[in-house]
């Protein structure tokens, strides 16, 4: 039982370019969650999903798209990377009617 | 708009000291959550509080939990320097796909 896992742990980027962030969790859990922490600021929620094959916007969505086409498995997508996108991302899941967020290790990524 | 604030946003005090960090929110919320975050790890669950009264401790801290004040505190008592870490206090609303609205984090560190 790995819990939540993100790959990869750590990215450089080009302004511009376009990269996929993978969180994969094998708990069964129906909620996942993308959040991003910048210096000094808790975390914020990119995107979530209540279950496969659904998506829905969090407080800061621009820049970046998401999808959940396997249970397991919850996608952040940024299509062309900007330095305002350089954060430490981070992903969770938890189950319907259990009250806990796990968290994933964290990805943390540059753009120049 | 969920706003949730903590203050102090910095907190250096004594190991044996006692000292208490406070989570305000604006608006009726499910539950409240807190959470520690050591220098670049995830974070860890320290505690969830379901309902108005609600007081759990663990250890040297004791979160508690007043509803119509809309307000949690997490007391720290006879501080430690392993205790030194960013806790961060979340609230959650259900109909919202659970999702969690995060402090911007009260940073301690405690000194032998």
């Known amino acids: 039982n790995a819990g939540v896992t993100q790959t990869p742990k750590f990215r450089v980027l080009k302004t511009g370019q376009s990269m996929t962030l993978l969180c994969a969790q094998d708990m069964n859990h129906e909620y996942m969650y993308w959040y991003r922490q910048d210096p000094g600021m808790g975390l914020r929620l990119i995107h979530y999903s209540v279950g496969e094959g659904t998506t829905a916007k969090g407080e800061v969505p621009d820049g970046y798209n998401v999808s959940r086409l396997k249970k397991q498995n919850f996608l952040l997508g940024l299509e062309s990377a900007a330095p305002s996108q350089t954060s430490v991302y981070f992903c969770?899941?938890?189950?319907?009617?259990?009250?806990?967020?796990?968290f994933g290790p964290g990805t943390r990524l540059t753009v120049t | 708009e969920l706003k949730v604030e903590q203050n102090p946003l910095f907190l250096s005090m004594q190991e044996g000291k006692n000292y208490t960090i406070y989570c305000n929110y604006s608006t009726t919320s499910d539950r409240l959550y807190w959470y520690r975050q050591d220098p670049g790890k995830s974070l860890e669950s320290l505690f969830v509080l379901l309902s108005n009264g609600a007081v759990k401790q663990e250890g040297r801290l004791m979160a508690s939990l007043d509803t119509k004040a809309r307000l949690s505190t997490l007391h720290i008592t006879a501080a430690v320097h392993d205790l030194s870490a960013t806790y961060f206090c979340?609230?959650?609303?259900?109909?919202?796909?659970?999702?969690?609205?995060f402090g911007e984090g009260t940073q301690l560190t405690v000194n032998p």
């Open positions: 979340a609230v959650e609303r259900e109909t919202s796909g659970s999702r969690l609205t």
């Open positions: 969770a899941s938890r189950r319907t009617a259990i009250y806990e967020q796990y």
